[in-house]
């Protein structure tokens, strides 16, 4: 099995800037896609920034300018560099994969638990 394990969540001042950090372990042959997703109460699931081992990134409007997306291939790493924080940016962030694995012999889409972020005065 892959592991995902996100770090780097907490409580931030508006304007204020955070990093998360999201490493992948276990049986992975090769990550394709690594991306972020948030989900805030009242709100629905909302796909936050991708990058493809290539370094091609996709951001949702609502973080462009803000964030940054950014990965370690070597390390199975992916990060998310969160400037300009806002109240509305208050949501718990997951990391997610496209792992193929020997394993399973095919790409799965792995998640992590999640990480807390909390943008208030």
């Known amino acids: 099995q892959v592991q995902l394990v996100e770090s780097g969540g907490g409580l931030v001042q508006p304007g204020g800037s955070l990093r998360l950090s999201c490493a992948a372990s276990?049986?992975?042959?090769?990550?394709?896609?690594m991306g972020w997703d948030r989900r805030a109460p009242g709100k629905q699931r909302e796909l936050v920034a991708t990058i493809t081992s290539g370094g091609n990134t996709n951001y949702a409007d609502s973080v462009k300018g803000r964030f940054t997306i950014s990965r370690d291939n070597a390390k199975h790493t992916v990060d998310l560099q969160m400037n300009s924080l806002k109240p509305e940016d208050t949501a718990v962030y997951y990391c997610?994969?496209?792992?193929?694995?020997?394993?399973?012999?095919?790409?799965?889409?792995?998640w992590g638990q999640g990480t807390q972020v909390t943008v208030s005065s």
């Open positions: 276990g049986s992975i042959y090769r990550i394709y896609t």
């Open positions: 997610q994969a496209d792992v193929y694995t020997l394993e399973t012999g095919n790409t799965v889409s792995s």
